[in-house]
């Protein structure tokens, strides 16, 4: 156990350093009541994509930006479209307050996520595993997509949040193929 505690925490400090993910951090302590809690530079928000082109390239951003946080077996528990921003240009994933190893994850008994984007398997058995981070990720992405493009990103959106494990993406890089796809 300890061992694989060892291996997480290595794979949390590489994701720390990706291009994807929040940084720098610029402070970190305890509030008065002994909270612990850290700041970062502060991201741009997502801007509303105008044009297919811009749409299809903010959401492949959005997916692409999960893609070191489950190469370094963690799972996000908590995406929202609020938990994505800009910075030079590149889509960056924050809030790691819910993250865990994906070999542990759901141990604890608690189901976390935000209300409305939450997997249906961990609702009903607590169950967190890639395919409720996609899950969570495509209900993101359905919501910052302008409504006039949605039918270009139907099959994505339908499989991305198909209540069956078996029917939705297993992997992110499966969900980028078909985004790339889109037209």
Same mark, same amino acid.
């Given at each position: 156990?300890?061992?694989?505690?060892?291996?997480? &925490?290595?794979?949390?400090?590489?994701?720390?350093?990706?291009?994807?993910?929040?940084?720098?951090?610029?402070? =970190?302590?305890?509030?008065?009541?002994?909270?612990?809690?850290?700041?970062?530079?502060? &991201?741009?928000? &997502?801007? =509303?994509?105008?044009?297919?082109?811009?749409?299809?390239?903010? &959401?492949?951003?959005?997916?692409?930006?999960?893609?070191?946080?489950?190469?370094?077996?963690?799972?996000?528990?908590?995406?929202?479209?609020?938990?994505?921003?800009?910075?030079?240009?590149?889509?960056? #994933?924050?809030?790691?307050?819910?993250?865990?190893?994906?070999?542990?994850?759901?141990?604890?008994?608690? +189901?976390?996520?935000?209300?409305?984007?939450?997997?249906?398997?961990? #609702?009903?058995?607590?169950?967190?595993?890639?395919?409720?981070?996609?899950?969570?990720?495509? =209900?993101?992405?359905?919501?910052?997509?302008? +409504?006039?493009?949605?039918?270009?990103?139907?099959?994505?959106?339908?499989?991305?949040?198909?209540?069956?494990?078996?029917?939705?993406?297993?992997?992110?890089?499966?969900?980028?193929?078909?985004?790339?796809?889109?037209?």
């Amino acid at each position: 156990d300890s061992m694989r505690s060892l291996r997480g &925490l290595a794979a949390f400090v590489i994701l720390l350093h990706h291009v994807s993910i929040e940084q720098p951090l610029v402070d =970190t302590g305890e509030t008065e009541d002994r909270r612990p809690f850290h700041v970062t530079e502060r &991201l741009s928000p &997502l801007k =509303t994509p105008q044009t297919f082109d811009e749409t299809k390239l903010l &959401l492949i951003g959005m997916a692409s930006a999960l893609v070191p946080v489950h190469e370094a077996g963690l799972l996000h528990r908590d995406i929202t479209d609020e938990h994505f921003g800009l910075r030079n240009g590149v889509v960056n #994933l924050i809030d790691f307050g819910c993250a865990e190893e994906a070999w542990k994850s759901g141990d604890d008994g608690l +189901a976390v996520g935000s209300e409305g984007f939450v997997a249906p398997e961990v #609702l009903s058995r607590l169950e967190y595993s890639v395919q409720s981070d996609i899950f969570m990720l495509v =209900t993101a992405m359905r919501k910052v997509c302008p +409504a006039r493009y949605h039918a270009s990103f139907k099959h994505v959106f339908e499989r991305g949040t198909h209540h069956k494990l078996e029917r939705r993406y297993h992997t992110v890089d499966e969900l980028i193929s078909d985004l790339r796809a889109a037209k």
